[in-house]
């Protein structure tokens, strides 16, 4: 164990987490930052992101977290690659253990630990897992380039993905459980208008089928009961994301989803000194210009504590 105590430690790389550090080093507050196991976050597994201001003409999600990342290393903050698997918020001083059983201490903490995706739960979607089965288009679409595909979720992701695939296979089919999308009207708009998305209203996922590989998938209409095998090569999942709050939950005050709470109008939790911020805790917007937003609030809430403390 180290006999340092660091001003402020931030868990996670994303918008916030990045945010945040660009924030608390520029205070002097020297930040460490925990990248966690995705360095760079949701983004990493994005296309273009159109709707984050400053960039005109868009920017592809990984270009964007490498910018952010240089940005907080530039003002001195001090990124590790690795991940913290375990806190202590029971005294004055937290600790915090990286996967590898190092202790960090620190006066005041940032927990900026987003949100991953969903799974369906299915054993062949599990024993087909890199196999063909991903919930990350971006990164693996390129392998079923030519092929036929199937995205299950209505969402602006699920959306996303169909459109970015549509590119790349000559069909998509999208697997849709209610006989409405969730997406947003101008990437619902996207989708519809995709010739070679196809999508299967009312309909759920019974099997990823395949052995060593994905060779389809089954499906059931949940209004006719109707069973049928689509031949996909691929099979990519997109419905929705669980906060990385696990490690909180025996500290901090969650949802019954698992995000954080927060003091209304603050990133304070119910232990001094410990901020949340970005998608750990927001529920409602999201995104990577509102997971930024509170990275600077709990970088500004961060400093007053440690002033008033007077540690810094
Ligand atoms: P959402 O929670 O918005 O959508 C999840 C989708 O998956 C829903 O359509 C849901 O269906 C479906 N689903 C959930 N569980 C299952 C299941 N077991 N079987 C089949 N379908 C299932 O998640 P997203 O990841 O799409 O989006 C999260 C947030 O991020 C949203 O606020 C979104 O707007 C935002 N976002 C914005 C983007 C952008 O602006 N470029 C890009 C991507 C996301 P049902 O509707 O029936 O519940």
């Given at each position: ?19 945040a ?18 360095p760079?976050?949701q ?14 003409k868009g ?8 910018d ?11 990124i590790?690659?690795?991940?913290i ?11 915090l ?22 799974w ?15 919930a ?5 679409g ?12 209505a ?5 996303e ?21 969730r ?5 619902q ?11 299967h ?14 060779e389809?998938?089954r ?14 090569k ?6 929705g ?7 909180f939950?025996?500290?901090?005050d969650?949802d019954?989803?698992g ?7 603050t990133?304070?939790t ?15 917007y ?14 500004l ?12």
């Amino acid at each position: 164990m180290s006999d340092t105590i660091h001003n402020t430690v931030i868990i996670g790389s994303g918008p916030a987490g990045y945010t945040a550090a660009i924030y608390a080093a520029r205070a002097n507050m020297a930040p460490i930052l925990y990248t966690g196991k995705e360095p760079g976050g949701q983004l990493m597994i994005t296309t273009d992101v159109e709707n984050y201001p400053g960039y005109p003409k868009g920017v592809m999600g990984p270009q964007m977290m490498d910018d952010f990342r240089d940005q907080a290393a530039r003002f001195g903050t001090k990124i590790n690659y690795e991940l913290i698997s375990k806190v202590d918020f029971s005294g004055p001083v937290h600790k915090l253990w990286t996967e590898s059983g190092a202790e960090v201490q620190a006066h005041s903490v940032i927990i900026s630990t987003g949100a991953s995706a969903k799974w369906l739960g299915l054993p062949s979607e599990t024993r087909l897992m890199n196999k063909g089965v991903s919930a990350c288009a971006v990164c693996d679409g390129f392998f079923f380039k030519g092929m036929e595909v199937a995205v299950v979720g209505a969402g602006d992701t699920a959306a996303e993905e169909a459109s970015y695939l549509a590119k790349l296979c000559p069909k998509v089919h999208m697997l849709v459980r209610r006989d409405e999308m969730r997406a947003s009207k101008i990437m619902q708009k996207r989708v519809m208008n995709t010739e070679n998305i196809i999508i299967h209203w009312n309909t759920e996922t019974r099997e990823v089928i395949g052995t060593d590989e994905v060779e389809g998938v089954r499906v059931i209409n949940n209004k006719t009961q109707e069973v049928t095998d689509i031949p996909v090569k691929a099979f990519f999942v997109a419905i929705g994301h669980k906060p990385n709050t696990d490690i909180f939950k025996d500290w901090l005050d969650m949802d019954g989803a698992g995000y954080l709470k927060t003091v209304p109008g603050t990133t304070r939790t119910k232990v001094e000194g410990v901020f949340a911020s970005g998608d750990a805790q927001d529920n409602v917007y999201r995104q990577a210009v509102t997971a930024a937003g509170t990275g600077c609030m709990a970088a500004l809430d961060a400093e007053r504590y440690l002033t008033e403390k007077e540690i810094i």
